[in-house]
Structure formats: C-alpha cells, structure tokens
C-alpha cells in the first residue's frame, strides 16, 4: 500500500509540476480536468447516495469559473454563477414537476457543487498568475503535501487523542500538531529556496504562510470526509492508487489556495 501511494505521488508530481510550469493555457486545462473529475465524483457520490444533483449544470459552471477566472480574473464570474443558480433552480423546479423527489435538496447539493469544487479550485487559478505566481503557488500547495505527510507520520507513531473521532477516527491531535510542525518548517525552507527566483518570496513569508495553512487547512480534509461520510465511504473514487480519487487529493488544496491567494495578496505583494 504504502508503495503504491509513493508511486502515485511520484507520477502525480512530475505532472503537476509540469503543467504549473507551462502556465497558460496548459495549466488552466490541466486544472480544468482535475477539477471536472473531482465534480464527477461528487456528482456520483451524491447519486449513489439517493440523490439527483443536475451534472449538466456543475460540470459546465466548474469549467467556465475556471476559465473565466483566467481570462478575466473575477470579473465575469458571478455572471457564470448568475446563470448557474437560475439553471438550476429552473431544471429542479420542473422535475419536482415531473414526480421528482427530494429536488429541493438536490437543488442545494448541485449549487454546493458548483461552489465547492468550481468557485474554490478557480483559486489554483488566481493563484498561479498573481505576479510570481508559479513560486507563490510552488510554495502553497507543497506546504500542504508536506504538512498532510507530517501528520501522518506523527499521527502513525504518537497518536493517541482522537481529533474528530466522527468525521475521521484515524486523525488524533498529535498528528494534526505534527502536520503544522511540518507546514511551518517546509514554509521557512521553501520560502528561502524560492527567494532565489522570486525576491519577493522571502524565508518570513514563507513562515507565515506555513503557520496560517498548517493550522487552517486540515478542516480541508476534515470537510471532504464530512461529505463522505454522509454515504459511509471511505474515498471519493479509486482513481488515484494509494490515494482514492481527485476530491481526497485536493481538499486541503482548496484551502490552501484561496486562503493563500487572499494572504499573500493582502500582505506579501
């Protein structure tokens, strides 16, 4: 198992770092396919589940959110969120017609796709192109791998208090304390790495980033399994060998990004 998972990490690393130093357009539709897996699989744990999100909907509002995220930064999405809601609203309303059951809450569970996965993951987006975007995002995301690491380590070896026993029995508050440990260090390291390239980025910077993503992100992962534990599942699919499918791998990615893209935005540039 454990070999497994290195290997998909492995493989999952040169192509991401491959596409993040494309930039462009490669990167908006490298990001356009993890994002549109990572709705399918929330459409299909949904549908599994009973439920009826609209997928004709949340597929095409995840894909245009990120491109116009691209194109046009913010301006435009709440014209592609606009639609969504009316879209949405309109398709649920005529199947409650239909003899549909419970479309008010497939109605909610479509717009939570949509805001989730497509409103969230444009962030990796805003991210990547804000001025020395490919090192502020090379400094993001990897504080989060590393930090997941780290608390998996500390949580295999030393961990005894259970964090979210309901949410996540395996996660104790040794492991989660690790992972910050973890997010700080590889913050501190990475930072001064990347000053190299990127003056702005600085060892303080990086620090700081570690500190705010290490302690905030892992409710990334603790929400996903919220969702998924609605249907008693342990992954979102089994695309990923060793990791499950693309939700599980980019929960805390999410966080990292949006809340990375605000903090360095406010604070570092």
């Known amino acids: 198992m454990l070999t497994k998972r290195i290997r998909t990490a492995a ?3 040169v192509v991401g770092v491959s596409f993040v130093a494309l930039g462009g ?24 589940g009973g439920f009826a999100p609209n997928p004709a909907v ?24 606009t639609i969504s809601v ?13 003899g549909h059951q419970n479309t008010s809450i497939d109605f ?3 717009l939570g796709g949509i805001l989730y996965i497509g409103w969230l993951g444009a962030y990796l987006i805003s991210l990547r192109f804000l001025p020395d975007g490919l090192w502020w995002l090379m ?24 964090m979210a026993p309901r949410l996540s029995p395996n996660k104790t508050w040794e492991g989660y304390l690790g992972g910050v440990l973890f997010a700080i260090i590889s913050g501190a390291l990475l930072g001064a790495l990347w000053h190299n390239y990127a003056p702005a980025i600085t060892v303080r910077n990086g620090l700081m980033l570690g500190i705010i993503l290490g302690i905030l992100t ?23 060998p060793g990791h ?26």
């Open 11 to 13: 493989i999952m690393i």
């Open 25 to 48: 357009w490669y990167y908006v539709f490298f990001i356009s396919i993890i994002l549109a897996v990572a709705s399918w699989e929330y459409w299909n744990m949904y549908r599994n």
């Open 58 to 81: 949340i597929f095409p509002a995840v894909i245009f959110l990120v491109v116009m995220r691209y194109q046009n930064g913010f301006v435009g999405s709440d014209f592609v969120l």
């Open 86 to 98: 009316l879209t949405a609203l309109a398709f649920h309303t005529i199947s409650y017609e239909l």
């Open 108 to 110: 909610g569970i479509t």
């Open 139 to 162: 400094l993001a995301i990897p504080i989060v791998a590393v930090a997941d690491g780290g608390a998996y380590l500390f949580g295999s070896n030393f961990g005894k208090n259970k």
């Open 218 to 240: 892992p409710l990334g992962d603790l929400g996903e399994s919220m969702l998924k534990r609605q249907f008693d599942i342990k992954d979102s699919s089994n695309l990923l």
């Open 244 to 269: 499950g499918g693309f939700m599980d791998r980019i929960d805390t990615w999410l966080w990292a990004a949006a809340i990375g893209y605000y903090v360095i935005e406010l604070f570092f540039i």
